[in-house]
């Protein structure tokens, strides 16, 4: 924690000599990704936004929703007690108070099921499975596993799939005020499966910008913008970033076929990676992300503002800034965050024991001197 400290320490003094009065210029967007909470724990979210994430000046929380919304459009698809309107204005109320632009996700694409739990969309719509021969109940034990099965995927080519998606995209952002949609798309395994009839042989870098322009464009209708995971568009093997971080099912060409208007989240967790300059010179916006590691965090933040503060105007204005991610439940998260315990009845489990915690207040810590 010491070490921890001198470092953060160290960090803050050479942001102050860089005459970091102006944060906004020297990091536009300051963000934080993090799951929506449950119903029982709005409350302590909202204290969570009021006292820390607007302490730090944080611009821009991601919320993941995924199911755990009560969609009129397709009530089939919610989770048991999920968020109500009235939860979700209360959010909506805190972060708008404290100019946070709040934006909602929905994992899209992949990530469609995890370990042996199939989730709503593919429990409700079958048809839409990418891989139907393959059952998580069944075929997950752990990974890696003979069927190659980490989370199963949407075929994007059902002619129906849309019709679904975008009716609770639109909701979820109506129901956030929202003028930007995450997506995920992070870690597709399935895509253009020999199984599928539509996909088979189809080019996977054509399939997953597809999907990407689809959904871009069904936003954009509405004035909103896309924001992704940006580990498709990276080639695992020639980087060495490997096949979570970056991709080795040739979907990497797909950096070129996309929109320029869609954000990239390039996360990394194992280093301070520095393939946000690369997608900035493709002409995309995209910030970095980093996780469970102060130092690897911290360095992150510092990247961006170097990469910033040497790039051309053309180039500046894609490098956008840092979005702290967290993966655990929010739950979890908070009462870790917030010393609280977890071992009463009917509490969450206790938190991770894996530097997320720390990270986190590292970077808000770091952010809020910044702007000192
Ligand atoms: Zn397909």
Not at 41 to 51: K, M
Not at 82 to 109: E, F, H, S, W, Y
Request: aromatic residues 12%; contains cysteine; hydrophobic residues 40%.
């Amino acid at each position: 924690m010491k070490k921890i400290f001198t470092f953060v320490m160290a960090m803050m003094v050479m942001a102050f000599s860089m005459g970091a009065k102006d944060m906004d210029s020297l990091l536009p967007v300051r963000g934080f990704a993090i799951e929506a909470p449950s119903v029982r724990d709005v409350d302590l979210f909202v204290r969570f936004i009021e006292e820390d994430l607007a302490q730090a000046r944080v611009n821009l929380l991601i919320l993941r929703v995924d199911w755990n919304y009560a969609y009129q459009s397709h009530p089939e698809l919610q989770d048991e007690h999920p968020l109500t309107q009235a939860d979700v204005d209360k959010l909506v109320a805190a972060c708008q108070k404290n100019g946070i632009r709040l934006v909602p996700q929905i994992n899209l694409l992949g990530h469609q099921s995890w370990a042996k739990e199939t989730y709503a969309l593919l429990k409700n719509y079958p048809e839409f499975d990418e891989t139907p021969s393959i059952r998580t109940e069944e075929h997950y034990s752990k990974w890696p596993n003979e069927y190659g099965l980490y989370c199963k995927s949407y075929c994007p080519l059902h002619p129906d799939v849309h019709r679904v998606v975008f009716d609770v995209v639109d909701e979820i952002c109506e129901a956030f005020h929202s003028d930007a949609f995450h997506a995920g798309m992070d870690e597709v395994f399935y895509i253009g499966m020999d199984e599928c009839p539509r996909c088979k042989g189809k080019d996977r870098s054509e399939l997953f910008a597809g999907e990407v322009n689809a959904i871009r464009s069904h936003l954009a209708d509405k004035g909103r913008q896309l924001m992704i995971w940006g580990d498709r568009l990276l080639d695992g093997r020639t980087t060495g970033l490997g096949e979570w971080e970056a991709s080795y099912n040739d979907t990497w060409r797909a950096v070129d076929m996309i929109s320029k208007d869609v954000l990239i989240c390039d996360w990394h967790y194992e280093r301070a990676d520095l393939s946000a300059v690369y997608f900035a010179m493709k002409g995309l916006p995209v910030v970095s992300c980093g996780y469970r590691d102060p130092e690897i965090s911290i360095q992150q933040v510092m990247d961006m503002m170097k990469f910033r503060a040497q790039a051309p105007d053309e180039m500046k204005d894609h490098l956008c800034g840092y979005v702290h991610t967290i993966w655990s439940s929010a739950g979890r998260f908070l009462r870790s965050y917030y010393g609280m315990g977890g071992n009463r009845p009917g509490a969450p489990r206790p938190p991770r024991q894996d530097g997320s915690v720390e990270a986190a207040k590292a970077v808000l810590t770091y952010f809020r001197e910044l702007a000192d």
